[in-house]
């Protein structure tokens, strides 16, 4: 396994295979899990060679103190990527990838941008398409893969990558959950004890939005929702909503023709945690 923290030095060796390699690539901000095992794992079935970049983002945090305090386990990433056979590892500054210009793009998403995540994170999805357009520049893959753990995200990079024409596939990953239903996220390290106890009612309760879909108008179910996270005193909903899986749009009522989801974004404490589950 290579690891290269140069832009230049990982072109070389890019520009240096075989004609016809197939590269699969796998962004990351590091303090793997089995999430994001999950995605490398398929990446290195489907493709020739696998890259993963590590790096922190600078420009996706509307909060200066996520991501001072975002965890950083370099040493257990890389043997976990030695594990899973990844082939090189990209680990570059915010320097070397913003040539000392930290700053997003604008970009526009048809509209995506402006849902859930994007009425609570100011900027951030600016700061995803400036870095994800950044890093296929560089890595120039054919496969890249994303989790459904952030759905909204993955669909926005889909919209990028269809409006700009750009030559890759998006291939969009199962979640990944811990035994009891918690999404794995590098976030759930920072929960305390009781914190982490409590997270897993937000999984348990989008299992339960999902049965009760077919009974129940959405109106119910959202205020269902709400008055369930009233009763918890560890957890605050910051948003739930039922939304169409394409424009991300709220749903108010169900039409047999469109893919709909759930999403939420509790806070546990400080550590904001999101999930969502197919209806
Ligand atoms: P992150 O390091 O949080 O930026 O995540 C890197 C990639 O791993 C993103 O495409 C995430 O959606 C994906 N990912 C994170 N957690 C999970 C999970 N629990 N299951 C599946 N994919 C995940």
Request: hydrophobic share 40%; charged share 30%.
């Amino acid at each position: 396994m290579l690891v290269y923290s140069k832009i230049k030095s990982l072109k070389d060796n890019i520009s240096s295979l075989k004609k016809g390699t197939h590269i699969g690539f796998v962004p990351t901000m590091g303090a793997l899990h089995k999430g994001h095992l999950s995605l490398i794992k398929r990446a290195v079935k489907e493709n020739d060679i696998v890259v993963v970049s590590i790096f922190v983002n600078p420009t996706q945090f509307d909060k200066k103190e996520d991501l001072v305090n975002y965890p950083k386990t370099i040493d257990t990433d890389l043997s976990l990527l030695k594990s899973v056979h990844c082939d090189i590892v990209f680990t570059p500054t915010a320097n070397e990838i913003y040539d000392n210009n930290i700053s997003s793009q604008d970009f526009d998403f048809d509209g995506l941008e402006f849902q859930m995540e994007g009425k609570f994170r100011e900027g951030h999805f600016n700061g995803v398409g400036t870095i994800v357009k950044r890093l296929f520049e560089i890595v120039t893959p054919h496969n890249a893969y994303f989790g459904e753990k952030d759905f909204q995200q993955l669909q926005i990079i889909r919209k990028m990558v269809h409006k700009n024409k750009m030559p890759v596939k998006i291939i969009g990953c199962e979640i990944y959950r811990e035994n009891d239903g918690l999404a794995m996220s590098s976030r759930n390290t920072r929960l305390s004890e009781k914190h982490r106890k409590a997270a897993p009612f937000i999984y348990k309760t989008l299992t339960q939005v999902k049965s009760k879909f077919n009974t129940e108008s959405i109106s119910e179910i959202k205020n269902w929702v709400i008055e369930e996270f009233k009763k918890q005193p560890l957890l605050t909903l910051e948003y739930f909503e039922i939304a169409d899986e394409e424009t991300l749009k709220p749903a108010t009522k169900v039409d047999a023709k469109y893919k709909y989801r759930a999403f939420i974004a509790v806070f546990a404490g400080k550590i904001r945690l999101i999930d969502n589950i197919s209806l």
